[in-house]
């Protein structure tokens, strides 16, 4: 497989399954009608979930959300989630996952596109910093409530 054999498409109803089991793979258990649910929710101008396609097979997904920035008079684009099958990871397709969403993000005009990775994802990092992605402006602070 190379990059030029992934098709990109929203991802569907019918692909919950699939991404709950690349959920679940990556720490984070779900299930399908979870997953359904969060597809609704992302279903909207401003929010997308697409799917990495190879011969009918979902290899990867990312979730995204057009967020406009009330200090400026322009959007950034938010990756909040992005999961590669283990299989094939390294093969290209968080590249063409990233590229995507720069493309949406260029497409409607954003500043940059934003993703967080957390330390205890070393090869999420690298990916996004060979990317060009800065670590070090991450200034990330969070609070249960």
């Known amino acids: ?12 109803l019918a692909d919950a399954e699939r991404i709950a089991a ?3 793979e990556e720490g984070y258990p779900a299930g ?5 649910a ?3 929710r992302f279903d909207g101008p401003a929010s997308s979930v697409i799917v990495a396609d190879h011969d009918g097979e979902i290899l990867g997904f990312i979730a995204l959300h057009v967020v406009p920035r009330f200090e400026h008079d322009d959007s950034f ?8 099958d283990s299989t094939v990871r390294e093969r290209g397709v968080g590249r063409v996952l990233m590229a ?5 993000g260029r497409e409607r005009a954003a500043a940059f596109v934003e993703i967080t990775a957390g330390h205890h ?7 996004y910093e060979s990317l060009g992605y800065d670590a070090n402006l ?3 602070l969070r609070k249960r409530i």
């Open 38 to 40: 969060r597809l609704a």
């Open 22 to 24: 690349l959920f679940t």
């Open 100 to 104: 995507e969403a720069e493309r949406i």
């Open 138 to 140: 991450a200034a990330y």
């Open 77 to 84: 684009v938010r990756v909040v989630a992005l999961v590669v």
């Open 1 to 12: 497989m190379i990059e030029t054999d992934i098709a990109l498409r929203p991802a569907t």
């Open 32 to 36: 399908a009608s979870a997953v359904e």
């Open 121 to 127: 994802r070393p090869a999420a990092r690298h990916l």
